[in-house]
């Protein structure tokens, strides 16, 4: 069990803001179950035909709660789905996601969970480092990284900040010129109705991108 002391979480919240730059965590080969082949997910531990199956028939996977879940369902082990997420997981949004969504995080115990909300609002994963990693350590920020992202905010995103959601199919040319064409976004409605038509052949495509984005204000 890790142990935080006063002055550390102090120092954490303490910290200014960085810059904004949304972006996913610094990846490590996390496989996102989302966009993955079938041949993929075949070979990570303890995966049968059946949970796959029953993974593919559920999209899309929108929290890893869900995925917990339904691996439990088809009789995985809490160690076997563990060790499965060291291996593939449905990002959690730092700033929203939930304690149930955190402590699937392999590794994360109780004391980080409020380590990593007390920093809310995340502007950066470079302020993540600094101030996750003084509570905890370098290395435990870098491996927690891997298995979060901080939203896009649609009306300032660079290119770059959509380049680091390449890996899941969200920081895509595509989406990158549709999400900024649009411009300036007033609702998640408008989001919607916009990107909605790119997507109509596979209307649940529309629901895992909106969980990627915010508009700030709004």
């Keep these: 069990m890790k142990s935080f002391g006063i002055v550390a979480l102090c ?9 904004a730059s949304a972006q996913l965590g610094r990846q490590q080969g996390l496989v996102e179950p989302n966009v993955a082949a079938d041949s993929t997910l075949a070979k990570l531990p303890g ?12 999209k899309p996977l929108l929290s890893i709660v869900t995925v ?21 997981f449905v990002h959690v949004d730092v700033n929203r996601g939930s304690d149930a969504e955190l402590s699937l995080i392999p590794g994360v115990d109780a004391p980080e969970i409020p380590a990593i909300k007390a920093g ?7 302020q993540f480092q600094t101030s996750f990693g003084k509570a905890t ?11 979060l ?24 040319s595509r989406w990158k010129r549709e999400f900024a064409e649009y411009r300036p976004w007033t609702s998640m409605a ?11 052949g ?15 204000g709004k």
Excluded: C, H
């Design 11 to 19: 120092a954490l919240v303490a910290l200014p803001m960085a810059s």
């Design 47 to 58: 995966l049968n035909a059946a949970a796959i199956e029953a993974l593919k028939a559920a």
């Design 68 to 88: 917990d879940s339904i691996l439990a369902s088809k009789g995985l082990t809490k160690a076997q789905r563990t060790t499965l997420y060291g291996k593939m």
């Design 120 to 126: 809310r609002p995340w502007k950066s994963f470079d």
């Design 137 to 147: 350590s370098a290395a435990e920020a870098t491996r927690v990284e891997q298995y």
């Design 149 to 172: 992202f901080i939203p896009i905010e649609l009306n300032t995103f660079t290119p770059a900040i959509m380049d680091t959601f390449a890996s899941i199919g969200v920081g895509t």
């Design 190 to 200: 408008q989001f919607d109705r916009e990107i909605g038509k790119y997507v109509r």
């Design 202 to 216: 596979n209307p649940s495509e529309l629901k895992r991108l909106q969980r990627y984005v915010i508009i700030e």
